[in-house]
Nanobody, 114 residues
């Protein structure tokens, strides 16, 4: 199994930016379509963004235009650049394959608040 480690979260004011990272520590993820998900308190985990092996991307409509997903296969890492953050973006963010086939990591907390 691949160990997925998310990082980069924190407290940010509305309108601010953060960049999240997801690193696989055991095996390669370069041959997998990867995705970001998030779970807000009291809500189900939801899809945020997807990046294919070829670099194609897809987004939840709620984040399209202000989040950008990317990957660096040499570093075995996937990123999520988040701009113009809103309070409703507050959640724990996770990465996994597009089919959610790997064990979930611990996620990274993003809190958007003034």
């Amino acid at each position: 199994q691949v160990d997925l480690v998310e990082s980069g979260g924190g407290l940010v004011q509305p309108g601010g930016s953060l960049t999240l990272s997801c690193a696989a520590s055991k095996n390669t993820i370069s041959d997998k379509a990867m995705a970001w998900y998030r779970q807000a308190p009291g809500k189900q985990r939801e899809f945020v963004a997807l990046i294919t092996t070829g670099g194609g991307t897809g987004y939840n409509t709620s984040v399209k235009g202000h989040f950008t997903v990317s990957r660096d296969n040499a570093k075995n890492t996937v990123y999520l650049q988040m701009n113009s953050l809103k309070p409703e973006d507050t959640a724990t963010y996770y990465c996994n394959t597009a089919s959610q086939s790997l064990d979930w990591g611990q996620g990274t907390q993003v809190t958007v608040s003034s």
